[in-house]
């Protein structure tokens, strides 16, 4: 069976030497669905609890909210980064507090400081499920990621391969000693 959550990320972007409008800076809301897939737990009678999903996946994927999202060769990221370190704000501010921990992957490498994502590929909503997939796939059994910005969706379905074993008090993923770390159920 499967649990599912949703959350909203608000960036902006654009498709680089694109022939189109999307060429040009602009915003979105990106809505993010993922479904993890697993036995269900019979302790808490679910697969995962959908707000334990949501916190892992917002850990990280905070970085993309309220971010600038660029392809790594895009002129606008040195044009930017120019702006920001003149102002005074590349290196962060006592404001910029939203921020998840800097990640680096083959696709996308995040600054929390400037609240900048740097992408390998432009970030289509195509673009965007490999990255999310790549950064949680170990974290969550994965089954189906859909991602929706404006009148753009695309969706993608994984094999989930991960052993998780979840705590019959509340469910969410015991640590590698086999404790909960929420209630300190002791497998
Ligand atoms: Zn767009
Ligand atoms: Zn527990």
Same mark, same amino acid.
């Given at each position: 069976m499967r649990s599912i959550?949703?959350?909203?990320?608000?960036y902006a972007h654009r498709f680089y030497g694109f022939q189109g409008e999307a060429q040009y800076l602009h915003g979105h809301t990106g809505v993010l669905t993922i479904e993890v897939e697993d036995s269900i737990e019979p302790g808490v009678n679910m697969v995962f609890p959908c707000n334990e999903i949501q916190k892992t996946a917002w850990e990280v994927?905070?970085?993309f909210d309220h971010a600038l999202i660029l392809r790594e060769d895009d002129p606008l990221l040195p044009a930017v980064l120019s702006v920001?370190?003149?102002?005074?704000?590349?290196?962060?501010?006592?404001?910029?507090?939203?921020?998840?921990?800097?990640?680096?992957t083959d696709l996308a490498v995040a600054y929390p400081e400037c609240r900048l994502v740097v992408t390998k590929e432009t970030m289509t909503v195509e673009g965007?499920?490999?990255?999310?997939?790549?950064?949680?796939?170990?974290?969550? $059994?994965?089954?189906?990621?859909?991602?929706?910005? %404006? !009148?753009?969706?695309?969706?993608?379905?994984?094999? *989930? &391969? $991960?052993?998780?074993?979840?705590?019959?008090?509340? %469910? !969410?993923?015991?640590?590698?000693?086999?404790?909960? *770390? &929420?209630?300190?159920?002791?497998?």
């Open positions: 959550t949703t959350l909203d990320l608000q994927l905070k970085n920001y370190e003149k102002q005074g704000i590349k290196d962060g501010t006592p404001q910029n507090k939203m921020k998840g921990p800097a990640f680096r965007m499920i490999k990255i999310v997939y790549d950064l949680l796939k170990d974290k969550l $059994n994965i089954a189906k990621i859909t991602f929706t910005s %404006g !009148v753009n969706a695309a969706s993608a379905e994984f094999s *989930p &391969k $991960n052993k998780i074993d979840r705590c019959p008090l509340c %469910g !969410v993923a015991l640590d590698e000693n086999g404790v909960c *770390p &929420k209630c300190g159920y002791r497998k």
